[in-house]
């Protein structure tokens, strides 16, 4: 195999996991936002918003496949920028329901974050299996991660809610959500930035 058809055999299967990955966060964007909506829960919206911002990322990374690093360079910068926005957006979400008063369902919380969990997981699982990871797949790889142990949190804070029948535990998990992202973000910008260094 010539080095041109090797990378267009790599390049299709970056796009191919990409678009996969696309549509599974396309999924739990909608069934996390609408059991969020409908249980009042911050944490479950928050991990909603940051599947939404997912989507973008990997439609940035998808438009940066086989372009040059400058190209994946600025879809990394871009992601970042849209995880760390994402996180403040949250924040103020959960300082809302703070101020005006929520009433999170536990047990849909567990069960929508089991379910996220395995999405998720299927994601970071196709995401380590393209080999040569350039900085826009990274940053891709990143954000599944932080999905991932983001529905951790959500799973622990619905059982909290069941079992103590408050709702600290659902604006602790979506304000923790908040973190994770924007830690995530800086570290995105981060990794574009030394990629440059290093060009």
Not at 83 to 109: C, N, Q, Y
Request: charged share 15%.
């Amino acid at each position: 195999m010539s080095d041109d058809e090797s990378f267009e055999a790599v390049t299709a299967e970056e796009r191919r996991t990409l678009w996969i990955v696309l549509g599974l966060n396309l999924l739990l964007v909608v069934v996390m936002g609408g059991a969020g909506v409908w249980s009042d829960s911050s944490a479950l919206i928050a991990n909603a918003l940051d599947n939404a911002s997912d989507a973008g990322v990997y439609a940035l990374s998808l438009f940066a496949v086989g372009r040059s690093l400058n190209w994946k360079r600025g879809a990394a910068g871009a992601s970042g920028v849209l995880l760390i926005l994402f996180g403040l957006g949250v924040v103020a979400d959960t300082v809302g329901r703070f101020l005006t008063g929520s009433e999170p369902i536990g047990a849909a919380m567990v069960i929508v974050a089991v379910f996220a969990g395995a999405i998720n997981l299927v994601c970071v699982w196709l995401l380590g299996r393209l080999k040569k990871k350039e900085v826009h797949l990274r940053a891709a790889e990143t954000f599944s991660f932080n999905d991932f142990i983001s529905n951790g949190g959500v799973l622990v804070a619905g059982a909290l809610v069941v079992w103590l029948g408050q709702r600290w535990p659902d604006l602790v998990v979506g304000l923790l959500v908040a973190a994770v992202a924007t830690k995530g973000g800086l570290d995105i910008i981060l990794d574009a930035r030394r990629t440059k260094d290093a060009a």
